[in-house]
């Protein structure tokens, strides 16, 4: 019986010993599981995981006494694939598992329980998908962080609830369905931290809020909390940051709030709190403070001038009086600033750059006043400076033009003087300045050719004078002039030929003499010209037949001879008038060129509008609605002459000799930036459209494509294969694209012809044609078809940088396509410099990023294209004089936005009461693809699909 014993006591030992390698074997091979699983991942920790190495020298394991995998550390590690669970269960000691900032994707399953022992788990940011298992099996766990990790549907809260050891809970960012406040949460009195932003969560906060007292960051923000901030937070003093902006909140903060003196972060931005900022005055530790967006009124607490701590402070767009304390900011490195729209009184507090480090003051729209603190002028970190829209005087110091980092000057609208001193020079990062409606004077210092990141300048309605500087052409990346209403005299610089990013000129209301200088015909991208009430004299340069003008206005100055006949298609009537000098023979109102008849200009004007509507009208009765255009007169040599290579992109009906024959003038149809338009009807009565367009001198043919070179004769710009890429973009919703046509000094593009104009025509010009809301529609959902194909056919995308409605073109049917597309890219010339992107778009169109940056991708002919929706549905242009000064459609849609009411008056009359409802859908889809950020627009392929939503119902009744 003994050595049985003794037998089976040894057999027990052996057995246990059999058993504890086996576990370590086990844990070896499910370690090797893992890497295999890992296997596809780009990351080099798994080097050390080798059969032959002992497992607790893996990188990333750490074991616990008896030799188990304790912890598992493989946060950032780029693993992709999916979460082998079962393996990482299997590791029966696991207390540690942390496997954030991965690629891991695929759903995470309940197996999670069999990890019983986890402690600290972290599965935040990561791809996973579907819903997050109930794990209330693994109730000892102290940290949970599974922040931004794809999870979505219902959230088991209430898994949570016997974690009471529970210290860190990190949801935010996913997108659960909605909920109330989990209560079970409020139970968990060990928390410290809680980050519940973006969880979908709504209703009131709960006043159990304060029984977490051990809070040191609670984090609510972007949820749809509704009620009062509860009076009992006041409990939590531990609190070092408290994050509760972007939701409904009302009330004001709560009495005792003061007793948060640990407060260092505290952001309750975008609510809609009221009351004053008293409470804040005890919390002397705060470096941030954001209350941005809310209705606080009353004055700045004096206190928040002696904050040792305070770095960031957000106010804007609240009720605020009073002065600011003077002290503001003087204390630590204080880098931010933004107390806009409110308002306040009093001077600039002078020391916020007291320690070098701030990066934007941002006052804009107040009471200040006084002057611009001297301090400022020393301020080298500083990048945006905005003051506009107060009442400040005195000089601007010399030193804040000259500002190395300054990205943005405004001091618009304020009541300045003095002048702009020869320190802009330094100014290397400027891209605006905005000085308008100022008294600015003093003559514009040759030095500002030397700022040249230069995009934006406006100086409008100021009291400068004497010459424009000549090297103002030096400035490349300069988009916009405004220097309407000074005294700028002496001739407009010849130079400003060369701006060749320039869109918008206004140098109305001054006093330039001289004549307009032929350059300006060169700039490829000008879209807006106002050179009114001058003294310019001489003849209009024909050269500015060959831009693609929105607006022209040369109205009141000493101009003489005739008008080009070209230029007659993009002005309006009054771009001429009060030029005593000007004749046509088309025009009424002006003298014959050659009989010298005075006729009353402005009755003439009328009657011509009258004929020319009505024969517009009956043209458009007739179902071809072709509107032939005016015939010119001037020579044009044979195109035969030149040699020619033909490069056809689908079966040709016609022959290159066919289209080359008629490229003469009666068969002009269009002219714009991109080159002349031809209609062609070749021998088998095909219609076509023939692009045709002229190569500048710095474009040479070298071998076998052509290329663009720039001055220095050093980039080239394969011409031939951006014409390969639009090539093969096939889609009944894009213009179609029969061939090329290469020569010498310029290449012809032949399209199909679209015998109906363009959207434009449709919806604002002389032959309008009344579009009833299903067509409307049609269109909007068809140009949306056409431009997601742009974007994400299989091509990748092709960005069109200049969607706007005369590109929207329209067949016998008026169903739209696009044109134009990607033709801006070719043709932007001479500015190969990687930094100077030709901005190519047109005034009214061009999404605000262009301002800031010279970046185009996708997200900006969104922004175009939201504007042609909201042509679509009001009928208006997208810039008109009843919009406002400065105000474009985007402006008054979104002024519009207030009531019901006035949503729907916006909708044009003409589009009867049962299609509202669509078109303000689609108004909708306008307004988020008009959003400022880039980044908040919709994709074309979002469009399409909201847009196919928003279907008229009379439609949807007809078809069912
Ligand atoms: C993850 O991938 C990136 C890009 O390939 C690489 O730079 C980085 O070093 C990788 N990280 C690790 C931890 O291997
Ligand atoms: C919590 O623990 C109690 C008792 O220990 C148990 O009855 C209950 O089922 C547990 N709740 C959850 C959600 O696991
Ligand atoms: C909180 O705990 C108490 C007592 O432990 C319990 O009675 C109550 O139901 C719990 N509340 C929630 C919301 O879980
Ligand atoms: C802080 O709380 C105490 C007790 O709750 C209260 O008496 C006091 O007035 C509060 N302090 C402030 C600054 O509100």
């Keep these: 019986m003994a050595v049985a014993t003794i037998f089976r006591q040894v057999f027990h030992f052996l057995s246990f010993l059999c058993l504890l390698s086996i576990t370590f074997s086990d844990e070896l091979q499910t370690l090797l599981s893992i890497k295999t699983a890992f296997r596809d991942s780009n990351t080099r920790i798994f080097d050390s995981w080798e059969p032959n190495t002992p497992l607790c020298n893996f990188s990333g394991i750490t074991c616990d006494s008896n030799g188990f995998v304790k912890e598992i550390e493989l946060f950032n590690q780029n693993l992709t694939g999916l979460l082998p669970l079962s393996s990482f269960c299997q590791l029966k000691s696991l207390e540690s598992l942390s496997l954030g900032k991965n690629y891991l994707h695929g759903p995470v399953t309940e197996d999670l329980n069999k990890c019983f022992s986890l402690k600290y788990l972290d599965l935040g940011i990561n791809f996973f998908s579907g819903s997050f298992p109930d794990i209330s099996s693994i109730n000892g766990l102290v940290y949970f962080l599974m922040d931004r990790s794809g999870f979505s549907g219902t959230f088991s809260w209430n898994s949570l609830r016997n974690m009471t050891n529970l210290q860190v809970l990190s949801l935010w960012d996913n997108p659960f369905d909605r909920t109330q406040f989990p209560t079970v949460i409020l139970n968990l009195t060990k928390l410290n931290g809680l980050y519940l932003s973006n969880c979908s969560i709504e209703g009131n906060i709960p006043d159990e809020i304060g029984n977490l007292v051990e809070l040191t960051e609670l984090v609510l923000s972007e949820n749809y909390l509704i009620g009062e901030i509860p009076r009992t937070i006041t409990k939590l003093t531990k609190l070092c940051e408290l994050e509760l902006y972007f939701n409904e909140l009302t009330g004001e903060l709560p009495p005792g709030f003061g007793n948060l003196t640990s407060l260092e972060d505290f952001d309750a931005s975008r609510n809609h709190l009221h009351g004053n900022l008293s409470e804040i005055r005890f919390l002397n530790k705060l ?9 606080f009124s009353g004055e700045v607490p004096p206190e928040l001038g002696d904050f040792k701590y305070l770095v960031d402070l957000s106010l804007y767009t609240n009720k605020l009086t009073g002065p600011l304390p003077q002290k503001l900011g003087s204390w630590a490195d204080f880098i931010f600033i933004d107390v806009s729209e409110n308002f306040f009184t009093g001077p600039i507090p002078p020391d916020m750059c007291k320690k070098g480090t701030m990066v934007a003051v941002l006052m804009l729209q107040n009471n200040f006043t006084g002057e611009i603190p001297d301090a400022y002028a020393n301020c080298m970190t500083l990048i945006r400076f905005r003051v506009g829209k107060n009442r400040l005087s ?3 110091p010399g030193g804040i033009w000259g500002l190395p980092k300054a990205e943005l000057i405004d001091v618009a609208k304020n009541d300045l003087e003095g002048p702009i001193t020869s320190d802009i020079g330094k100014a290397k990062s400027l891209a605006q300045l905005l000085l308008a409606y100022n008294r600015l004077n003093g003559e514009l210092p040759s030095e500002i050719s030397k700022a040249s990141s230069l995009v934006s300048i406006d100086l409008s309605f100021n009291k400068f004078l004497g010459k424009i500087p000549e ?5 490349k990346q300069l988009t916009s002039l405004q220097i309407q209403g000074n005294a700028f005299s002496g001739s407009i610089p010849d130079s400003l030929g060369s ?22 015909g060169s700039l490829p991208a000008l879209n807006f010209l106002n050179l009114s009430r001058n003294q310019l004299s001489g003849p209009i340069p024909g050269t500015l037949s060959s831009l693609r003008l929105n607006l022209l206005d040369l109205s009141e100055n000493r101009l003489t001879g005739q008008i080009p006949d070209s230029l007659l298609t993009e002005a309006n009537n009054s771009s001429f008038t009060g030029n005593l000098g000007l004749c046509n023979e088309k025009i009424r109102g002006f003298w014959q060129c050659s009989q010298q008849s005075g006729v009353s200009g402005h009755l003439w004007m009328a009657l011509f509008c009258l004929a020319f509507a009505t024969i517009a009208m009956l043209a458009s009765l007739v179902a071809f609605c072709y509107l032939k255009k005016k015939r010119q007169n001037i020579g044009e040599r044979s195109l035969k002459e030149d040699s020619w290579d033909l490069k056809p992109f689908h079966v040709l009906t016609f022959t290159m000799d066919e289209i080359l024959d008629s490229i003469k003038q009666e068969n002009l149809i269009g002219k714009g930036g991109s080159g002349n338009v031809y209609r062609v009807v070749v021998g088998n009565g095909k219609e076509l459209a023939v692009k045709h367009i002229r190569y500048t001198d710095d474009r040479r043919k070298i071998g076998s494509s052509t290329c663009i070179l720039n001055k220095r004769g050093t980039k080239c710009m394969e011409f031939e294969a951006e014409v390969q890429t639009l090539s093969s973009i096939r889609h009944v919703n894009v213009v179609k694209l029969y061939c090329s046509i290469s020569g010498e000094d310029s290449n012809l593009l032949v399209y199909e012809y679209m015998p109906c104009g363009s959207l434009w025509d449709r919806l604002h010009s002389c032959n309008e044609l009344e579009l009833d809301w299903e067509t409307r529609y049609d269109i909007a959902l068809g140009a949306a078809k056409g431009l997601e194909y742009l974007h994400h056919g299989c091509d990748g995308p092709v960005i069109h940088r200049d969607v706007k409605s005369s590109n929207i073109l ?8 696009i044109a134009d597309f990607g033709l801006a890219k070719i043709v932007q010339a001479n500015s190969m410099k990687e930094s100077t992107q030709i901005i190519a778009g047109t005034h009214g169109y061009i999404a605000p990023e262009y301002a800031y940056t010279n970046k185009v991708n996708e997200k900006s002919d969104l922004y175009s294209f939201g504007v042609v929706l909201m042509e679509l549905v009001t009928g208006k242009r997208p810039i008109e004089l009843e919009f406002g000064e400065d105000k474009n459609i985007v402006d008054w849609v979104s002024g519009n936005l207030k009531t019901k009411e006035s949503v729907v008056r916006m909708v044009d009359p003409a589009i009867p009461e049962v299609y509202r409802e669509s078109a303000i859908k689609v108004l909708k ?9 880039p980044t908040l627009r919709p994709t074309m392929r979002n469009v399409v699909q909201m847009v196919e939503e928003a279907q008229p119902r009379e439609l949807v009744r007809v078809i069912e």
């Excluded at 889809?925 to 950020?933: D, G, V």
């Design 471 to 475: 090297e103002i052409g030096e400035l």
């Design 925 to 933: 889809i306008a307004i988020l693809c008009t959003a400022r950020l």
């Design 499 to 520: 701006c060749h990013s320039i869109n918008d000129v206004n140098m109305a209301k001054n006093m330039l003499s001289g004549s307009i200088p032929p350059s300006l």
């Design 287 to 295: 470096k941030s403070l954001q209350l941005f967006q809310n209705q």
């Design 810 to 817: 329209l067949d016998e049917e008026l169903k739209p396509r």
């Design 394 to 396: 005195g000089q601007v």
